[in-house]
């Protein structure tokens, strides 16, 4: 009775101190995110920061600072290069947005009509008129852009912060990592480092070249068959394919609502346009730049993205691939363990 008491005791302690666990990460999402964003950034940065460490020879502190000043000068680069351009086409299409959406009314109108054999006009008509409901409450959350506009410089400045220290102490804090592991298991434990550097680091820059690539190449071509706002939708483009399999569709819908107004391509060849796209990417690039990397299966990705974007929202299912992948990586290091030998 006394060893089946204190295995109850020990099962409602552990569970308490996971709920509690819970609940303070909970607590300091916000602080969480910001964290995780700084060490993606961070994972980056590095293999520059220790390229110029041995190539220059230069001390930590120097080349932290070196490496620092120049993601600040990108930052500021990209910011003031695309930030301009960006806005206007935002501000056009918020002008143009009332003319769209009658267009758009237009073509659901005549869908439903399509669809009455199919009993289910009264779904489509609901949707349209939904549609001009729900314009009023898209104005309002586009007034609050501004608020929401300043709590993100006040991120962006702390994330510089934490960049900056963490860059500094990643060295150390792996070694640390190493040094507080008994002699016997280190092995093991630069073993799970390497896991998580293949699997977050060299994914997250393989991504960033793969969403650069598709995000100008689709800018580009969009631009050429003469899409409105295509610096826009090249944006969006380069940043949803870093969501594998989900984003790229995701990032196709506005530009083909907007393929429904007049002078502007039609919805059939901005689909080819966005396939053609997909087709290159994961014909050429993601196997070249993450096929070592990403050995999962498709269904294996699709899950986890959508568990993570349930779970962190756009952030969780960029980092779904990753983790996913560590935690098949995790797998396979058990099963080649003693636990599994004959």
């Known amino acids: ?47 520059l920061l220790d390229y110029i460490e041995k190539r220059f020879r230069l001390n930590h502190g120097l080349a932290t600072a070196l490496v620092f000043v120049l ?49 289910i006009e009264d779904e489509v008509r609901g949707f349209v008129l939904s549609i001009s409901e729900n314009l009023h409450q898209a104005l309002e959350y586009l007034a609050e852009a501004s608020l929401v506009l300043i709590g993100g410089t006040i ?4 994330v510089l912060f934490l960049v900056f220290y963490l860059l500094y102490d990643f060295r150390s804090v792996r070694t640390q990592f190493i040094d507080i592991v008994p002699p016997v298991r280190r092995p093991l434990a630069e073993e799970l480092l390497h896991i998580v550097d293949t699997n977050v680091g060299t994914f997250i820059r393989g991504s960033l070249f793969r969403c650069l690539i598709v995000g100008l190449v689709t800018g580009i071509v969009l631009s050429v ?63 070249v730049v993450l096929g070592r990397i990403v050995k999962l299966k498709p269904i294996t990705v699709i899950v986890a993205i959508l568990a993570g974007g349930s779970l962190a929202g756009l952030l969780g299912m960029i980092l779904a691939v990753p983790v996913a992948g560590m935690a098949k990586s995790l797998i396979e290091l058990i099963k080649r363990g003693p636990a599994y030998d004959n």
């Open 1 to 47: 009775m006394d060893t089946q008491w204190a295995f109850t005791l020990r099962l409602i302690l552990l569970l308490l101190l996971t709920a509690g666990a819970v609940l303070f990460l909970h607590s300091i999402a916000w602080l969480v995110g910001l964290l995780l964003i700084s060490a993606l950034i961070v994972y980056i940065l590095y293999p």
């Open 71 to 119: 993601f600040l000068l990108f930052c500021i680069f990209v910011i003031s290069l695309l930030i301009p351009v960006i806005y206007n086409e935002i501000d056009d299409l918020i002008d143009s947005f009332p003319h769209h959406l009658i267009r758009i009314q237009e073509f659901l109108s005549w869908l439903t009509q399509q669809t009455i054999a199919l009993d």
């Open 225 to 287: 068959v003469g899409m409105p706002y295509a610096l826009l939708l090249g944006v969006l483009a380069g940043i949803f394919n870093f969501i594998l399999y989900l984003g790229p569709y995701i990032a196709a819908v506005p530009a083909v609502l907007l393929s429904l107004s007049p002078l502007t391509p039609s919805p059939l060849l901005v689909i080819i346009i966005y396939v053609a796209i997909q087709i290159l990417d994961g014909m050429f690039l993601a196997p």
């Open 155 to 158: 991120d962006f400045v702390l």
